[in-house]
Nanobody, 124 residues
Framework: QLQLVESGGGLVQPGGSLRLSCAASGFTLDYYSIGWFRQAPGKEREGVSCTGYSGGSANDADSVKGRFTISRDNAKNTVYLQMNSLKPEDTAVYYC?????????????????WGQGTQVTVSS
């Protein structure tokens, strides 16, 4: 069974950092593109960071540029989202998504596999 499981969310103060993990089981991420998305209450799910399987096409959305970094460790079959300088507006459920191919996209329909999400709350 192909599965993605996110972890690492939690409560953090403004200005703090978190690292989210997305572990794959049932398949290897080596030849999959990865996207990180988030959804705040009452808002649409939005893409925040993505990378192709080569890693060379990594991109961060303008709202998180300079603060979030996507990376992957194929040996651990895991993708990470390092989030620094967190703001209250970063509060959301964060999802990772994967799809075969080498692309970087913020369109949800491009991704076949999704994790269940992990809650990130930024508050003092």
């Amino acid at each position: 069974q192909l599965q993605l499981v996110e972890s690492g969310g939690g409560l953090v103060q403004p200005g703090g950092s978190l690292r989210l993990s997305c572990a794959a089981s049932g398949f290897t991420l080596d030849y999959y593109s990865i996207g990180w998305f988030r959804q705040a209450p009452g808002k649409e799910r939005e893409g925040v960071s993505c990378t192709g399987y080569s890693g060379g096409s990594a991109n961060d959305a303008d709202s998180v540029k300079g603060r979030f970094t996507i990376s992957r460790d194929n040996a651990k079959n895991t993708v990470y989202l390092q989030m620094n300088s967190l703001k209250p507006e970063d509060t959301a459920v964060y999802y990772c998504a994967a799809d075969p191919g080498n692309f970087c996209s913020y369109y949800r329909d491009e991704y076949e596999y999704w994790g269940q999400g992990t809650q990130v709350t930024v508050s003092s």
